[in-house]
């Protein structure tokens, strides 16, 4: 998935509960349970918004620590074993 493509499916979310509140506002009629359920939702969408961010930005920042704190190792030589004849302890 590409990081456009991400940062779409994280701000979905918040549309959703942008389009939900513009709904509540809009209804006419409605019982005042009816909007309440409506603000719920349009809540629960925005704390599924917030937690999708917050999980991208966690995630972003770990790939810059192990991107920074681990360089790339150098193939090493293997370390010579003991002299031929010689026992080990």
């Known amino acids: 998935m590409t990081r456009s493509q991400l940062s779409l499916v ?12 513009l709904a ?3 209804i006419q009629g409605e ?11 349009a809540a629960i ?5 917030c937690l999708a961010r917050t999980s991208l930005g966690l995630h ?3 790939q810059a620590r192990t991107a920074t704190a681990t360089p790339p190792a150098a193939p ?3 370390s010579p074993g003991p002299p031929p004849g010689t026992r080990q302890p």
């Open 76 to 78: 090493s030589a293997p």
């Open 10 to 21: 994280v701000t979905l979310p918040w549309l959703a509960a942008g389009v939900v509140l």
């Open 60 to 62: 972003d920042l770990m």
């Open 31 to 41: 019982t005042r349970e009816a909007q309440l359920g409506l603000f719920g939702s």
């Open 24 to 26: 509540m506002t809009r």
């Open 45 to 49: 969408c925005f704390s599924i918004g």
